[in-house]
């Protein structure tokens, strides 16, 4: 984060404004009960994950000690959550009404959490969850998602050519300075594509919004930072697509916000780059062989989730007890004795005595 004392003139008067540059969390729409408050808390990257579970009414493991967002009605939880990464972008213009928040510590983060729990907690409903990675290819799709996104392209040769199809967004949208012809401005153009196809397909399935199971989308978006690495952050392009991406980022806002009814959470987080790579579980669809955690050049596993320790006791001191129970059977049958504790023996005395 950069601190810039910016010193106005107003007449006589010099008026120092203390500007603050960073990465930020935005919430772009929340149901009225679910309040965030007004100011300038920091939140770490990491209690991303947690924030999102409680604004959905879920618990979470640790408490998130961040006064950003009050406790709402216990009976009332939003229909759907979804979560947009725009990375190569401290912040972008939004409306005034957006509540932002100063992001600190910016590591990577998923939503695996979140979905594992909207599985356990509704799986009889399949609810949907995406989680899409379009500029890398990676998808994610559980439940009820594969029937409404069936028809969404996901490969960057499938955007591509649903840029040159009826209805996209290049038909409507002004590029100004970005080109058709290269490849980082058709990269950024099919991630912006991906969000109205979005929409759209939500739309045409708008009867499965209305069910009990809340919905997670959560979409990462580096078609700005492609576009900073080949202009440079001071260039009209990047300008033109900074511009485009805030005005896409609303209005898919809004459109999952009236598809759920106004019971929608939409959050964006811009993140000019993080500390480490950026490094998820999730199926590549390219099915390429890829190390488990790319983070780390040993091919080390994933953390294990806070359940694997209840499920390791069960199964340890299961298999001891077992163990010992037929330890303690085998002996007694090997030193039994049979002219006692036997029936087979017992009977065959018996008819022995009668003949």
Not at 200 to 214: G, I, N, Q, V
Not at 231 to 257: C, T
Not at 343 to 351: L, P, S
């Amino acid at each position: 984060m950069r601190l810039q004392i910016i010193t106005i003139p107003i007449g006589a008067v010099f008026v120092s404004v203390l500007c603050v540059f960073g990465d930020r969390l935005t919430v772009l729409h929340a149901p009225q009960y679910v309040t965030f408050r007004e100011g300038q808390w920091p939140i770490s990257g990491e209690k991303i994950p947690d924030l999102v579970s409680l604004t959905m009414g879920f618990s979470v493991q640790e408490e998130l000690g961040w006064p950003g967002l009050q406790v709402g009605p216990l009976f009332q939880r939003p229909r759907a959550a979804a979560l947009l990464l725009v990375r190569g972008v401290d912040s972008l213009q939004f409306p005034q009404s957006a509540v932002s928040y100063p992001l600190e510590n910016p590591v990577p983060f998923t939503l695996d959490s979140v979905s594992n729990t909207v599985h356990s907690l509704f799986a009889d409903d399949t609810p949907v969850v995406l989680q899409l990675a379009p500029s890398e290819e990676r998808l994610y799709m559980v439940g009820k998602a594969n029937l409404v996104f069936e028809d969404l392209p996901v490969t960057l040769q499938q955007i591509k050519g649903r840029l040159s199809q009826e209805g996209s967004i290049l038909t409507s949208l002004p590029l100004n300075s970005l080109s058709r012809n290269n490849e980082a401005d058709l990269l950024f153009l099919s991630e912006v594509q991906v969000l109205h196809d979005i929409a759209a397909l939500l739309l045409r399935h708008k009867h499965l919004a209305k069910d009990h199971s809340p919905d997670v989308y959560s979409l990462e978006l580096a078609g700005l930072e492609e576009i900073s690495r080949r202009y440079g952050l001071d260039s009209p392009q990047y300008r033109d697509a900074a511009n485009i991406l805030a005005r896409a980022l609303q209005k898919f806002a809004e459109d999952v916000s009236s598809i759920y009814g106004d019971n929608a959470v939409v959050e964006v987080v811009t993140v000019k780059s993080f500390e480490v790579p950026l490094t998820r579980k999730s199926r590549s669809i390219l099915q390429s062989g890829q190390i488990s955690n790319p983070g780390t050049k040993y091919n080390l596993a994933y953390s294990y989730n806070f359940e694997y320790s209840v499920i390791f006791n069960i199964v340890l001191w299961l298999m001891i007890g077992l163990t010992l129970a037929v330890i303690v059977i085998s002996y007694n049958l090997w030193n039994m004795d049979p002219g006692y504790d036997s029936i087979i023996y017992r009977m065959t005395n018996q008819k022995i005595r009668l003949d």
